[in-house]
């Protein structure tokens, strides 16, 4: 089964950067999608970035321009470059997998899940 596991959170000022990383312990299918999603307190989780095993990706409009997601193949680590980060960006994250090209954003879409990481942002 596979297993992520989703680090790099922490608290940053307004304008900041971090970046997140999701390891996976291994990929048993060879087209994959992994998505960034985030959860604030009381709102819903909310898929922000997504790749493909094949490269191609995906961002919501709230980050479009700030967000950077890439994957390191050998390392079956995808990263999150969080740049220019903002007050709303505060939230847990968490890293998702699905064994499929086609990049869903919907949260019950995907089967694995990393615990989340924590990222504040302060004004």
């Known amino acids: 089964e596979v297993q992520l596991q989703a680090s790099g959170g922490g608290l940053v000022q307004l304008g900041g950067s971090l970046r997140l990383s999701c390891v996976a312990s291994e990929f048993p299918f060879d087209d994959w999608t992994i998505g960034w999603f985030r959860q604030a307190p009381g709102k819903e989780r909310e898929g922000v970035s997504f790749?493909?095993?094949?490269?191609?990706?995906e961002y919501s409009d709230s980050v479009q321009g700030r967000f950077t997601i890439s994957s390191d193949h050998a390392k079956n680590t995808v990263y999150l470059q969080m740049n220019n980060l903002r007050p709303a960006d505060t939230a847990v994250y968490y890293c998702?997998?699905?064994?499929?090209?086609?990049?869903?954003?919907?949260?019950?879409?995907?089967?694995?899940w990393g615990q989340g990481t924590l990222v504040t942002v302060s004004s």
């Open positions: 790749v493909t095993s094949d490269d191609f990706t």
């Open positions: 998702a997998a699905r064994s499929s090209l086609t990049i869903a954003t919907a949260p019950h879409k995907y089967g694995y």
